[in-house]
């Protein structure tokens, strides 16, 4: 008999930023991923294995690291245990898929035996790659204990398959958390599973991404404010945004500007807006290479181009003040931020000013007062 753990990465972009992530090969690059790493290595530090596989993705490599590091092992590679591919929703955030293709999410989440997309693999293709290489690796370490690091969506279409749920019933099993522990065992080619989703090495440390989220607990697997809307009028004096005033709008901590984001901006009067690095002086700086990558990603930060680039927009829209901010202390400097925002701005009637990095600011205003704190 082998035992089979099958564990899910660590908290990676695309759970963080509730970004589709199937093959996309996004990596692990906040504080509370590699905590949650850790946590794993932790739990795993006292158990016998004897060999350490994970899907060729970075995420999945990266996680690993808890085990077959410490533990002295080899990692072998296995690209029939990545993510279900996605397809043209690949790199999409899910708040914009939930909102172009809202059957189809409801397939995904609810009835994955009916769900399709254009380039996508189907559940029952996801099933056919998978299984073949539980049994495999069973059968190779006979006797032994592996580890398997793997994906959320693939797994829980694996999971519930093999405790005999059908298909179009497993939008009604469990969702596992970041690093969640499930145990396999195989015995004569036959696979079992004996608990699945377990995450308390997670909770005792309060390093659960799920606890921070409830896309898994609503109807359409989306979190309340992933979507940008207009400030209806009958909530304008709970934001204490008086009648008839401008609007006020805020974009920062972005990699880039989604269309319904510009769209719920478009005509306000201010617009506190990210210009975080100038993008050659990030590639030249200290940062690793892989922080540059995520800083530079659709999950990353505005760059100075790009911020004057929507702020252009925005001007021509009737925007009539900015204010840049999160500025990048290692990357950028006030002075190279407002030359190449007033540079895309100067033929245009519009003022521009750097919020303070550390400090409180003044009150800025156009008709209504948006204080930063």
Not at 60 to 82: G, M, N, Y
Not at 278 to 305: A, C, F, M, T
Not at 329 to 346: G, W
């Amino acid at each position: 008999m082998t035992k089979i753990y099958l564990i899910r990465h660590a908290e990676a972009e695309g759970n963080l930023y509730r970004i589709a992530h199937g093959w996309h090969n996004g990596l692990i690059t906040n504080d509370r991923g590699y905590r949650q790493i850790d946590a794993l290595r932790r739990r795993f530090q006292d158990v016998d294995i004897d060999a350490v596989y994970a899907s060729d993705l970075y995420r999945t490599q990266t996680t690993a690291q808890a085990i077959w590091l410490p533990k002295s092992l080899p990692l072998h590679l296995e690209p029939a245990f990545r993510e279900v591919h996605m397809g043209v929703w690949e790199d999409h955030p899910w708040h914009e898929l939930n909102k172009a293709y809202p059957e189809e999410m409801y397939h995904f989440n609810r009835r994955v035996d009916l769900w399709r997309v254009e380039g996508g693999e189907t559940a029952q293709q996801v099933l056919d790659r998978y299984i073949p290489a539980l049994h495999r690796v069973g059968a190779a370490h006979d006797g032994g204990t592996v580890a398997v690091f793997s994906h959320g969506a693939a797994l829980r279409i694996v999971l519930g398959t093999l405790q005999g749920v059908p298909l179009s019933g497993i939008g009604d099993t469990p969702h596992g958390d970041n690093t969640a522990v499930s145990l396999l065992t195989w015995d004569n080619g036959v696979l079992r599973v004996e608990y699945r989703d377990d995450n308390s090495h997670l909770t005792a440390e309060g390093l659960s991404t799920f606890a921070r989220q409830s896309w898994w607990r609503s109807a359409d697997m989306v979190d309340p404010g992933e979507d940008y809307v207009p400030l209806p009028e009958e909530l304008r004096d709970q934001f204490h945004v008086p009648a008839g005033g401008e609007a006020v709008g805020i974009l920062t901590d972005t990699g880039f500007v989604p269309e319904p984001a510009a769209a719920a901006l478009t005509g306000v009067g201010l617009l506190v807006l990210e210009s975080n690095h100038d993008v050659e002086w990030l590639l030249s700086g200290p940062y690793p290479y892989s922080l540059k990558q995520r800083i530079l990603s659709r999950q990353g930060h505005l760059s100075n181009e790009d911020a004057a680039s929507f702020a252009r927009r925005m001007a021509e829209s009737g925007t009539r003040r900015f204010v840049l901010a999160h500025l990048s202390r290692e990357n950028n400097t006030p002075a190279r931020a407002l030359h190449v925002m007033e540079t895309a701005l100067s033929d245009l009637d519009v003022s521009v000013e750097v919020a303070p990095r550390s400090e409180l600011s003044v009150c800025y205003a156009p008709e209504v007062i948006a204080c930063r704190r």
